[in-house]
């Protein structure tokens, strides 16, 4: 065989390997990191004493609402955080990761004030994640319902997932944890470690991807999700986005698609904690969803933006992540729907950063995770 014909079969062998093996295979991107120039911000702290703020939400008549984990919603105008508590909330159950979580919007909150929020409710069986909505007349909730039960509830006190989103059609995103019992997330029986898909009442959309199918979960969206606290909507595509925490490594970023299986726990790019031992079957498992980016070691991402604003005209579009393990923020910098660059800032400087968004006014707004947690502006250096 001459060196040619040799050179031929090898070229052929190789366009065959990339174009017919799995896309699990080549799709998922692991972490490089890059430390960014932290004076490129000025920090400006809004308030502070806040109670474990978990979330937030601007109102169109610039009052922002948070949730603080143990169990209270707060108002801050202008600045300055109203010392009581608005009232009107359910029963929550506030214990180790679960309390009062997320909150959001309706799209058209203008016409029908709806808010809604995702706290840990409690009751024979144990602990679980719930959804309720409301409207806020001065600082009480009225018209309170309950639009999501998880079930079924249990005993432990971790992985309660709790982000919520709208997309442009008005369905809204639930990201449940697999409650720390990993076989939960493969069965489509069990909310647990899952994106569940509403209408805005609470009702079931009919073309849910399980929706006629005995035994499962109708209000399932995708599974095998071990504990997302982070989910966002490309202002763009309008593509629902989410990142979850892995164990010892392998923390996700996920396109999130209808009816698919993002494999935890039977493929991750973690380990067992402390013994550093496999976790599954590996990486990579047909039918299973590689991650679109993954981190190795852990970030503990909690947060999640995709900056829209117009003070920082560098990062339109880029997605930003808080890091609660190492305490930074992470900018993502998308190409399609492959991360090309990712830059990391304030490393332990402000705390723990539970909550990022992307401020009415077009700075970015952190929320600090601790018993005085804090709201930080951060404003471009001149």
């Known amino acids: 065989m001459n060196i040619l014909l040799k050179r031929q079969i090898l070229s052929s062998f190789l366009i065959f390997s990339i174009l017919y093996s799995p896309i699990q295979s080549v799709f998922a991107q692991k972490s490089a990191h890059i430390t960014g120039k932290d004076d490129l911000f000025k920090l400006i702290t809004v308030t502070e004493g806040l109670e474990h703020p978990w979330g937030m939400v601007f109102l169109p008549d610039k009052r922002l609402l948070v949730t603080e984990r143990p169990g209270r919603l707060r108002i801050i105008h202008n600045g300055q955080l109203d010392p009581k508590p608005v009232t009107g909330l359910p029963d929550i159950k506030a214990s180790g990761q679960g309390g009062l979580l997320d909150i959001a919007l309706h799209p058209d909150y203008e016409q029908n004030q709806w808010i809604y929020f995702s706290y840990v409710s409690e009751n024979h069986n144990g602990m679980g994640t719930e959804v309720a909505r409301a409207k806020l007349i001065g600082k009480k909730l009225t018209e309170l319902q309950v639009i999501f039960t998880l079930a079924e509830k249990s005993d432990t006190s971790r992985h309660f997932g709790g982000r919520l989103l709208f997309d442009k059609a008005h369905y809204l995103y639930i990201s449940i944890g697999d409650r720390g019992n990993r076989p939960r997330a493969q069965k489509l029986s069990d909310h647990a470690g899952s994106m569940i898909r509403l209408h805005d009442n609470g009702r079931i959309p009919a073309d849910n991807p399980y929706v006629s199918r005995q035994g499962i979960k109708p209000e399932i969206f995708s599974y095998g999700h071990r504990n997302p606290q982070g989910i966002a909507l490309h202002p763009e595509t309008g593509e629902i986005w989410s990142h979850e925490h892995g164990p010892q490594g392998g923390d996700e970023l996920n396109l999130i698609k209808k009816g698919l299986n993002y494999g935890w726990p039977v493929i991750t790019y973690g380990v067992n904690y402390g013994i550093g031992t496999k976790i599954g079957e590996g990486t990579h498992k047909s039918g299973m969803q590689q991650p679109i980016y993954y981190w190795v070691p852990s970030i503990a991402p909690s947060g999640f933006t995709f900056y ?69 502006r951060l404003e471009p250096k001149q």
């Open 308 to 376: 829209t604003g117009n003070k920082f005209p560098g990062w339109k579009n880029n997605l930003l992540v808080g890091s609660l393990k190492f305490q930074q923020l992470v900018r993502l910098k998308l190409k399609g729907k492959n991360i090309v660059y990712e830059e990391r800032f304030l490393t332990r400087k402000l705390g723990r950063i539970r909550d990022v968004k992307t401020g009415p006014d077009g700075y970015i707004y952190i929320l600090t995770d601790a018993r005085n947690g804090k709201l930080i």
